[in-house]
């Protein structure tokens, strides 16, 4: 699967983005998505995941609230819309694929990633 990631740009704090990410292929479906990200100088961590079928949601303990991760099925789209936005949730985000059906919630179980997209939030 090929994942393009899209909508990341500047925002003030306390504004919102919604992040989108297309993947082709004819089997989105069945794979585990994420988003992750990176700020510069620091490794990239994880944002949110979502089941295949979309039911079942996670969160980086610290963006409950903020964050949500949703996904389209039919459309091969994957969504995240931030909220609330803080200087600190720059970095560049990055959606990932993972071809199982348990979620996960480390990079290296993810085998799909995008190209990222930035996000800048300023103060």
């Known amino acids: 699967v090929q994942l393009q990631a899209s909508g990341g740009g500047f925002v003030q704090a306390g504004g919102s983005l919604r992040l989108s990410c297309a993947a082709s292929?004819?089997?989105?479906?069945?794979?585990?998505m994420g988003w992750f990200r990176q700020a510069p100088g620091k490794e990239r961590e994880f944002v949110a995941a979502?089941?295949?079928?979309?039911?079942?949601?996670y969160y980086a303990d610290s963006l409950k609230g903020r964050f949500t991760i949703s996904r389209d099925n039919a459309k091969n789209m994957l969504y995240l819309q931030m909220n609330s936005l803080k200087p600190e949730d720059t970095a560049v985000y990055y959606c990932?694929?993972?071809?199982?059906?348990?979620?996960?919630?480390?990079?290296?179980?993810?085998?799909?990633w995008g190209q990222g997209t930035l996000v800048t939030v300023s103060s």
């Open positions: 979502i089941t295949t079928s979309g039911g079942t949601t």
């Open positions: 292929g004819r089997t989105f479906s069945s794979y585990v």
């Open positions: 990932a694929a993972r071809p199982r059906t348990i979620v996960a919630v480390i990079t290296d179980m993810y085998e799909y």
